[in-house]
C-alpha cells in the first residue's frame, strides 16, 4: 500500500481573536508558506481556522543552506555563515580552536522547534503579533490619554520582542530543503560514541530508570543501557507471544506493538549493521548467528552502530532522512573503525544529511574521495567552501609545505617497500611449495582433467617440475566420495631434484612409485614415447632459461616426443606472481596469451586458456602439433613482446595509486622489463 504523504501548502487564511486591547475583529489574513506543510485543518491551542490548496510532497529533508546572521555568530566568536548548494555530506574542516564545534552547535540550533505543529503555531502567532503591531501603531496616531499610550507603546515592544524571536527560529527552518510536514520534519541527531557497550547489573527500579532516560540524552547513555533495551524488547515480544496466557496477559494492542517495537529495532540494526537481529531457542538476541551478551564478539565499529540503533530506537527517530551531526569522531575511535562507522551511517541514510566536523586528514581523505563538494574550510571562526582543490585546509593541518612532502613520502612507503621487497626476493631462487587444500591453480587443473577425460579410458598425464607432489595430492582431495583417482588417472612425475614428498604421494596413491618418478630426460624418452595425454607445467615455465626452451619446445623436442598426437600441453601460470624469485641466471619470465601465440604461431583455434581469480591464474593449453611451429625467432619474437608489455604496464603504474599492492606490480613488471632485456641480449 503507498504510503500517503502531508498535502502541501502554499498559502494560508486564518481568522483570528483580536488581542485584549482591541475591541474590533481582526480582519482575515492570509501568507504565503513557500514549500512549508499543513497537516489537518486546525491547530490545537489557537484560535485559527484555515484554508488550504496545491498538493504535493517529497521525502526529503536535509539542510540546503545556512545562513547565520552576526548577531547569531558573534557572541560564539564566529564571523556570519553563508554555506549554500549543501550536498548529503558536508565536512568541516580545520586546525583546533577554528570554531567547527561551535558551528556545529549552531547548526543543531538550526530547527528552532520540537514539531511540526509547533511551527505551524508559531508562523501563525508571528502575523498575529504584526497584525496587532499595526494596530497598536494606527491607535498611536490617535490623540490618547498618556496613561493608554504608555500602555500600548509597551505592549508594542514587548510584542516587537517576540517577533525578533519568532522571526530568528522561523529563519532557521527555511533553511532545510525538502517539504516540511508533520512526517517529513527534520530530526537532527548528535552521534559522537564515547564508551564502550558494557552490561551493567541493574535492580528492576535502577533499569527503568536508566531507559527512560535514554529518550532524553545524547548517544553517551546508550553505552550502558544499549543491551538493556534490546533485551527489554525481545522480553515483550516473547511475552506477547507466549502460550502461557496465565503469567502473561498481553492485549492484541499490546501485542501488535511489542511486535512492531522489535521489527523496527531489527530493521535498524539491518540497515546500519547488515545482518539480522534475531533470538535463540534461548530467547537471546543475537547478531551474526552469536548471542550479543557482553558484545565481545563484536569489532569496535559495529559496538558503535548498535549503539547508533538503540539510540534512534528509543528517540523514535526516522533513519532514513536523518541530519546526522558527528563532532570530532576521531578522538574517540581507531581509524579503520571510524571509517566503517561513517559509510554504515551514510548508506543508511539515502534522504538524510550527514555533518562531520573534523581536523583528521585520515578522515577527510577519504570523504573527499567519496563527494570533492562536501568539504568546508574553518579559520579563526570563519568558514568557507575548500573548492574541489583542498590546499587549504592541508596546509593548515600539516603546516609548512616540507610537512605535506614529509606525509606524502610516508604514505608513498608501502608502494616503494612493495616494489623494494618484490626485487629483493628476485635475488632468490624459488621455493618448492606443496600443497595447501583450496589451492586455486590445482582446482583449475582438476577441472581441466575432468572434461579430458573419457569414459573407461584412463588420462595419462606427466607432472613436469612435480616439486613436492602438490598436483597429485590436491587431485587425490578433489575426487568424489567413493572413486579412486588411479582409477582414471595415470600419474608421472618428473623434476631434477628428487622429492621425498612427491614418491610418497605416488606411492600412496599407486602402492607403488617404480617407473613414476623421473630425473632425465633420457629415462623420459626410452620409457615413455608417445604415450601422454597432457604434459604440464604448473608454475615451471618461468623457471626455465629461455636457451633451455628448445630442448622442451620445438619439432623433435622432449614434449613433441613425449605427448601422443591427439596429446597436449598445459602451462599453468600465475600471470602476477607475488613473490620475486631469482629463478636462473636472468631472472624469471612469465608469458601470457600474447606471448604465447607469438611463440608457437598460434590461431583462435588451436589456442585455448582457462583463467580464475579475475585473470591472474591461467591455464594455457598447446595441441602437440603446435608445438612444431616454436623455433628460436618465434622465441625471440615473444620476448621482445613480453619486454614491450612489461613497459606499458610500468607507465601505467607510474600514473597510478601508491599503495602496497602497486608497489609489487611495479617490482614484477620492472623484473619483467629487466630480465627480458637481459635474455634478448644473450639470445
Known amino acids: 500500500m503507498a504510503r500517503a504523504y502531508p498535502k502541501k501548502v502554499s498559502k494560508i487564511?486564518?481568522?483570528?481573536?483580536?488581542?485584549?486591547?482591541?475591541?474590533?475583529?481582526c480582519p482575515p489574513l492570509s501568507f504565503h508558506l513557500g514549500s512549508f506543510f499543513f497537516l489537518g485543518t486546525l491547530v490545537q491551542g489557537s484560535s485559527c481556522f484555515f484554508g488550504l490548496d496545491n498538493l504535493f510532497a517529497e521525502k526529503k529533508m536535509k539542510l540546503a543552506q545556512l545562513n547565520l546572521s552576526q548577531e547569531l555568530t558573534e557572541p560564539l566568536g564566529l564571523q556570519p555563515v553563508k554555506m549554500d548548494r549543501l550536498g548529503p555530506l558536508v565536512v568541516l574542516a580545520g586546525e583546533?580552536?577554528?570554531?567547527?564545534?561551535?558551528?556545529?552547535?549552531?547548526?543543531?540550533?538550526r530547527k528552532g522547534f520540537k514539531s511540526f505543529s509547533e511551527f505551524v503555531t508559531r508562523q501563525i502567532q508571528m502575523e498575529g503579533l504584526k497584525n496587532s503591531v499595526q494596530q497598536i501603531q494606527l491607535q498611536l496616531k490617535k490623540g490618547l490619554s498618556p496613561t493608554?499610550?504608555?500602555?500600548?507603546?509597551?505592549?508594542?515592544?514587548?510584542?516587537?520582542?517576540?517577533?525578533?524571536?519568532?522571526?530568528?527560529?522561523?529563519?532557521?527552518?527555511?533553511?532545510?530543503?525538502?517539504?516540511?510536514?508533520?512526517?517529513?520534519?527534520?530530526?537532527?541527531?548528535?552521534f559522537v560514541p564515547k564508551k564502550p557497550i558494557s552490561s551493567p547489573s541493574l535492580s528492576n527500579d535502577n533499569r527503568t530508570i536508566w531507559l527512560q532516560r535514554t529518550i532524553h540524552q545524547g548517544i553517551d547513555s546508550y553505552a550502558q543501557t544499549t543491551l538493556e533495551i534490546i533485551r527489554l524488547a525481545l522480553q515483550q515480544r516473547a511475552s506477547s507471544t507466549s502460550e502461557d496466557k496465565k503469567t502473561f496477559q498481553v492485549t492484541e494492542a499490546e501485542k501488535t506493538q511489542a511486535e512492531q517495537n522489535w521489527e523496527k529495532l531489527g530493521a535498524l540494526v539491518e540497515s546500519l549493521l547488515d545482518t539480522v537481529l534475531t533470538a535463540n531457542k534461548d530467547q537471546e538476541a543475537s547478531l551474526f548467528g552469536r548471542p550479543i551478551g557482553g558484545a565481545h564478539e563484536l569489532s569496535d565499529g559495529q559496538?558503535?552502530?548498535?549503539?547508533?540503533?538503540?539510540?534512534?530506537?528509543?528517540?523514535?527517530?526516522?533513519?532514513?532522512?536523518?541530519?546526522?551531526?558527528?563532532?570530532?569522531?576521531?578522538?574517540?575511535?581507531?581509524?579503520?573503525?571510524?571509517?566503517?562507522?561513517i559509510d554504515r551511517v551514510r548508506?543508511?541514510?539515502?534522504?538524510?544529511?550527514?555533518?562531520?566536523?573534523?581536523?583528521?586528514?585520515?578522515?577527510?581523505?577519504?570523504?573527499?574521495?567519496?563527494?570533492?563538494?562536501?568539504?568546508?574550510?574553518?579559520?579563526?571562526?570563519?568558514?568557507?567552501?575548500?573548492?574541489?582543490?583542498?590546499?587549504?585546509?592541508?596546509?593548515?593541518?600539516?603546516?609548512?609545505?616540507?610537512?605535506?612532502?614529509?606525509?606524502?613520502?610516508?604514505?608513498?612507503?608501502?608502494?616503494?617497500?612493495?616494489?623494494?621487497?618484490?626485487?629483493?626476493?628476485?635475488?632468490?631462487?624459488?621455493e618448492t611449495v606443496g600443497y595447501l587444500p583450496g589451492d586455486p591453480q590445482t582446482q583449475q587443473i582438476h577441472e581441466a582433467l575432468s572434461q579430458i577425460r573419457q569414459e573407461g579410458q584412463k588420462v595419462r598425464l606427466l607432472d613436469f617440475g612435480a616439486g613436492k607432489g602438490r598436483l597429485l595430492a590436491a587431485l587425490r582431495d578433489l575426487s568424489p566420495e567413493g572413486e579412486s583417482l588411479a582409477d582414471w588417472l595415470?600419474?608421472?612425475?618428473?623434476?631434477?631434484?628428487?622429492?621425498?614428498?612427491?614418491?610418497?604421494?605416488?606411492?600412496?596413491?599407486y602402492g607403488d612409485g617404480t617407473n613414476r618418478y623421473f630425473q632425465k630426460y633420457t629415462d623420459l624418452k626410452s620409457r615413455r614415447e608417445d604415450t601422454f595425454d597432457l604434459v604440464l607445467m604448473c608454475n615451471v615455465l618461468h623457471e626455465v632459461e629461455p636457451k633451455d626452451w628448445n630442448n622442451?619446445?620445438?619439432?623433435?623436442?622432449?614434449?613433441?616426443?613425449?605427448?601422443?598426437?591427439?596429446?597436449?600441453?598445459?602451462?599453468?601460470?600465475?600471470?602476477?606472481?607475488?613473490?620475486?624469485?631469482?629463478?636462473?641466471q636472468n631472472g624469471f619470465l612469465v608469458l601470457d596469451q600474447p606471448q604465447f601465440r607469438e611463440l608457437f604461431s598460434l590461431t583462435p583455434e588451436n589456442y585455448l586458456e582457462r583463467s580464475q581469480k579475475e585473470g591472474r591464474l591461467k591455464a594455457h593449453f598447446f595441441p602437440r602439433s603446435c608445438l612444431a611451429n616454436y623455433s628460436a625467432e618465434t622465441r625471440k619474437q615473444a620476448i621482445k613482446l613480453l619486454k614491450e608489455s612489461a613497459?606499458?604496464?610500468?607507465?601505467?603504474?607510474?600514473?597510478?595509486?601508491?599503495?602496497?599492492?602497486?608497489?609489487?606490480?611495479?617490482?614484477?613488471w620492472s623484473q619483467q622489463f629487466a630480465n627480458a632485456s637481459l635474455a634478448l641480449e644473450q639470445l
Open 303 to 341: 559496538k558503535v552502530l548498535l549503539q547508533f540503533c538503540a539510540a534512534l530506537y528509543m528517540q523514535e527517530v526516522d533513519l532514513d532522512q536523518a541530519i546526522i551531526l558527528m563532532d570530532e569522531p576521531e578522538n574517540h575511535l581507531h581509524p579503520a573503525a571510524l571509517l566503517q562507522v
Open 647 to 668: 613497459l606499458e604496464e610500468l607507465k601505467k603504474l607510474r600514473i597510478g595509486t601508491d599503495d602496497s599492492q602497486s608497489g609489487r606490480l611495479h617490482g614484477f
Open 490 to 509: 595415470d600419474y608421472f612425475a618428473y623434476d631434477q631434484k628428487e622429492e621425498v614428498e612427491c614418491k610418497q604421494e605416488i606411492v600412496r596413491l
Open 347 to 430: 548508506a543508511a541514510i539515502p534522504n538524510g544529511q550527514l555533518w562531520i566536523a573534523t581536523h583528521s586528514v585520515h578522515i577527510l581523505a577519504h570523504l573527499y574521495q567519496l563527494d570533492s563538494n562536501c568539504l568546508w574550510f574553518m579559520d579563526q571562526g570563519k568558514v568557507e567552501w575548500a573548492g574541489r582543490i583542498p590546499e587549504k585546509v592541508l596546509g593548515t593541518l600539516l603546516g609548512k609545505p616540507e610537512e605535506r612532502e614529509r606525509l606524502s613520502d610516508f604514505l608513498g612507503l608501502p608502494a616503494q617497500l612493495g616494489s623494494l621487497s618484490f626485487a629483493a626476493e628476485s635475488l632468490f631462487p624459488p
Open 148 to 190: 493608554h499610550r504608555l500602555q500600548l507603546e509597551q505592549n508594542e515592544k514587548h510584542q516587537q520582542r517576540e517577533m525578533v524571536q519568532i522571526q530568528l527560529l522561523l529563519e532557521g527552518m527555511s533553511d532545510f530543503a525538502g517539504e516540511l510536514s508533520a512526517e517529513n520534519w527534520p530530526q537532527l541527531i548528535e
Open 13 to 25: 487564511k486564518f481568522f483570528c481573536k483580536p488581542p485584549w486591547h482591541q475591541s474590533r475583529p
Open 552 to 584: 622442451l619446445l620445438g619439432d623433435g623436442s622432449l614434449f613433441y616426443t613425449l605427448l601422443k598426437d591427439t596429446g597436449h600441453l598445459c602451462i599453468v601460470e600465475d600471470q602476477l606472481l607475488q613473490r620475486g624469485e631469482k629463478a636462473h
Open 96 to 109: 583546533n580552536g577554528a570554531g567547527k564545534s561551535r558551528l556545529l552547535g549552531l547548526v543543531k540550533k
